[in-house]
């Protein structure tokens, strides 16, 4: 299988516990991409990385959440203190961005529950 | 800040019925990308137009991009219940950043 791959599928922790997310994206894709996603919304813009550089973060995204793509081939989401609010999937995507081509390929997900 | 906007967000139908889902902005985009996702699971690509006025079918579907690169629609023909989902629309701007649509949640009652 050479799709985008996510670790854990699910995952369950108490409200301030720190969690990390790992995603491994198509080997020749350039662009990683995070999402979060609540029930029937569309996906949420995270952060994103070209190579391994870092290029955008949201503004919505607060300091508790950290993200590296240390050699630019898979990331880590991190989530410090972990609060309610931050149960949702969290998406990673990939994609071979180039004149014309910007298509996305997501993983499945990680389902986050903060009891 | 480009905004997507889908219509209608919940559609639920009878199969063999027809849609059309609607996906509109006030701003241009290089090119428009569809997904179906699936609860639990993360958006598949469905098409991709970049043509103004652009019309592409994948067998019952029918994907077209306006003249003016600013909206799309997808219309199903015969709809299955596999054809049940969340459909979403993602604009690609000039940087390649994707902006999103809130996505429209089809049922096709057999």
């Known amino acids: 299988d050479t799709g985008v791959s996510q670790n854990p599928r699910h995952k369950i922790t108490k409200r301030g516990q720190n969690v990390t997310f790992r995603c491994d994206p198509i080997?020749?894709?350039?662009?990683l991409y995070w999402y979060r996603q609540t029930l029937g919304q569309g996906p949420e813009f995270l952060t994103y990385f070209q190579n391994e550089a870092q290029l955008e973060k949201s503004r919505l995204l607060s300091d508790r959440f950290s993200a590296e793509r240390p050699k630019g081939s898979f990331s880590t989401l991190e989530i410090q203190r972990t609060e309610q609010g931050d149960s949702a999937m969290y998406l990673c995507a990939s994609s071979l961005v180039s004149p014309g081509r910007t298509e996305a390929f997501f993983g499945q997900g990680t389902r986050l529950t903060v009891v | 800040t480009q905004l997507l906007e889908q219509s209608p967000q919940f559609l639920s139908i009878q199969e063999g019925e027809n849609l059309t889902v609607y996906c509109n902005s006030s701003?241009?985009?290089?090119?428009l990308q569809w997904y179906r996702q699936e609860p639990g699971e993360g958006p598949v690509l469905l098409v991709t137009?970049?043509?103004g006025g652009e019309v592409k079918k994948l067998k019952r579907l029918t994907f077209q991009f306006g003249d003016a690169r600013k909206d799309s629609s997808l219309h199903i023909t015969a709809a299955q219940p596999g054809d049940t989902g969340l459909y979403l629309c993602a604009g690609a701007e000039s940087n390649y950043q994707l902006i999103w649509g809130a996505g429209t949640k089809l049922i096709i009652k057999p």
């Open positions: 701003s241009v985009f290089s090119s």
């Open positions: 137009v970049v043509t």
């Open positions: 080997s020749e894709h350039n662009r």
